[in-house]
């Protein structure tokens, strides 16, 4: 064979190596990273859930064994691989109370394309008053996303020096996932200046809240002795457990529980509590 011929063929090689590399690079899968709000206590460690997915045609696919990492302040203080269903579990102790933004980041790979997203770590005193809210009852028309009156002004009344809020809301699939709801709400919270506060969604069903308050008392989370919210079950969650419950708007006649306390709109509130 003569030396053109096998220049000729270490050429074709290279090229073809070289194709490959690219196209093998540019292969890389684009994942959906999601994450929602945790809870937790000074100096009590929280763990930070995050789920890496590919959307398929039909059903959405977990993403195992990726790199993902945990960011705050812009650095990373955990970092943790995602297990076969593409969650992968973050653990980061708080100092101090507040509300501490982070960052989670799927690690360098070379089958997922760069993605991130953020949530809130909520860091309350366990001592301290805590109220929950139905996000129903900030809403004057849920299609329009519209705050109700004096809400926002009313609610930050509230927690200013006293209460820790906790956000509750109902799972709704045509959104998306639940972590996806949750950053939804974070957003309007946020572009409605509504109080930080930590955000729960929870199944639609009418013993969902109910279960969740047992989980949160047995937690340590005792505190939490009042809700303010728009529809009959979420009111009678607390009050089948002794607890205060505050209907905002006023329900139509027959709709409020017998120990609820009624208020006509967010500027009555405060009173009733």
Avoid at 106 to 116: F, L, N, Q, R
Avoid at 135 to 153: F, G, H, I, K, S
Wanted: glycine share 8%; proline share 5%.
């Amino acid at each position: 064979m003569s030396l053109l011929f096998r220049r000729a063929d270490l050429f074709t090689i290279l090229l073809f190596l070289t194709t490959t590399t690219i196209l093998y690079a540019a292969e890389k899968v684009p994942g959906t990273l999601t994450v929602h709000d945790s809870l937790t206590s000074p100096n009590q460690p929280a763990t930070i859930e995050a789920t890496l997915t590919q959307t398929g045609l039909l059903t959405k696919t977990g993403l195992g064994g990726e790199p993902i990492a945990l960011l705050i302040a812009g650095k990373v203080v955990a970092t943790a691989m995602t297990g076969g269903d593409g969650r992968a579990f973050l653990s980061y102790t708080p100092k101090a109370k507040g509300v501490v933004p982070f960052t989670v980041r799927v690690g360098t790979t070379p089958s997922i394309s760069a993605t991130e997203t953020g949530a809130n770590l909520i860091v309350w005193e366990r001592r301290s008053p805590m109220m929950a809210v139905e996000m129903a009852a900030l809403m004057e028309d849920a299609e329009a996303r519209r705050p109700m009156p004096d809400a926002a002004e009313e609610l930050g009344k509230l927690t200013q020096f006293y209460y820790n809020v906790l956000y509750v809301v109902a799972e709704n699939k045509a959104v998306g996932i639940n972590d996806q709801v949750n950053a939804q709400v974070r957003q309007w919270l946020k572009d409605q200046k509504f109080p930080v506060g930590h955000i729960l969604v929870l199944p639609s069903n009418t013993e969902a809240f109910g279960v969740k308050l047992d989980e949160l008392h047995a937690a340590g989370w005792k505190t939490l002795k009042i809700g303010v919210g728009r529809t009959k079950a979420f009111a009678e969650a607390f009050l089948q457990r002794r607890l205060e419950a505050v209907m905002v708007p006023e329900p139509a006649k027959g709709e409020a529980p017998r120990k609820a306390k009624v208020a006509k709109e967010w500027k009555d509130v405060r009173k009733k509590m």
